[in-house]
């Protein structure tokens, strides 16, 4: 059954600590992407990437790091400079740029 | 730049009266067009897309959208909405810089 996957479906973080969320896809897409989406906001661009072992920031980058390493994979992790992490995060990817994008489940971050 | 307009941030409708959320973009050339719909809690299912060819698109759900180049628009209506329809709705636009962007949504309730 292909799709994209994301997990955990919530994540807590505790202060100064860094959490990865994790994003899988078995589409066989070579582009995959990052949102955050807070309420009246839509959805922001964190980081996306085209390829393997590239990637490019988005519109809110910082406090965000990514790597894709494999095709399948894009995980991002929330660092402590992100000061205010809590959202929910979209995982994305899609055969190309510009084309359409298939979305994950979503994780919802909190912090305590 | 480019951007994606969305005007009503909420819309009520009876159940079974129809329905035309608005979507306006700015863009110079033939933009990619994208509607998405999200159930709470959910990620984001692609409803339709509008790439060339035809401009009035039929998309999953019985819904459907017009592009219209002279108005900048691509409204998405559907003749009979069902109380299942209530939820959030994203217009997007892939406009040549390797993104696409989303408008900030617009919730749909349903009144029975």
């Known amino acids: 059954d292909g799709g994209i996957t994301q997990s955990p479906k919530y994540l807590f973080r505790k202060e100064g600590q860094n959490v990865t969320l994790s994003c899988e896809q078995n589409?066989?897409?070579?582009?995959m992407y990052w949102y955050r989406q807070d309420p009246g906001q839509g959805l922001r661009l964190i980081y996306y990437?085209?390829?393997?072992?590239?990637?490019q920031k988005g519109d809110i980058a910082e406090g965000y790091s990514v790597s894709r390493e494999k095709k399948e994979s894009f995980p991002l992790t929330v660092t402590s400079a992100q000061k205010n992490p809590t959202a929910f995060y979209l995982c994305?990817?899609?055969?190309?740029?510009?084309?359409?994008?298939?979305f994950g489940p979503g994780t919802r971050l909190l912090v305590l | 730049a480019q951007s994606v307009t969305q005007p009503d941030i909420h819309i009520t409708v009876s159940e079974g009266a129809s329905l035309e959320l608005r979507c306006n973009y700015s863009?110079?050339?033939?933009?990619?067009l994208f509607w998405y719909v999200q159930s709470p809690g959910q990620g984001l299912q692609l409803l339709l897309k509008?790439?060339?060819?035809?401009?009035l698109v039929q998309g999953i759900k019985g819904f459907e959208a017009e592009f219209k180049r002279s108005q900048s628009s691509f409204n998405l209506r559907k003749p009979s909405v069902h109380w299942s329809d209530a939820a959030e709705y994203f217009c997007?636009?892939?406009?040549?810089?390797?993104?696409?962007?989303f408008g900030k949504g617009t919730r749909l309730h349903i009144l029975p």
């Open positions: 997007a636009v892939g406009a040549g810089d390797d993104k696409i962007i």
């Open positions: 990437s085209q390829i393997v072992n590239d990637f």
């Open positions: 994305a990817s899609s055969p190309g740029v510009e084309e359409t994008q298939y």
């Open positions: 863009y110079g050339a033939t933009p990619y």
């Open positions: 509008y790439f060339s060819g035809d401009t």
């Open positions: 589409l066989n897409h070579d582009a």
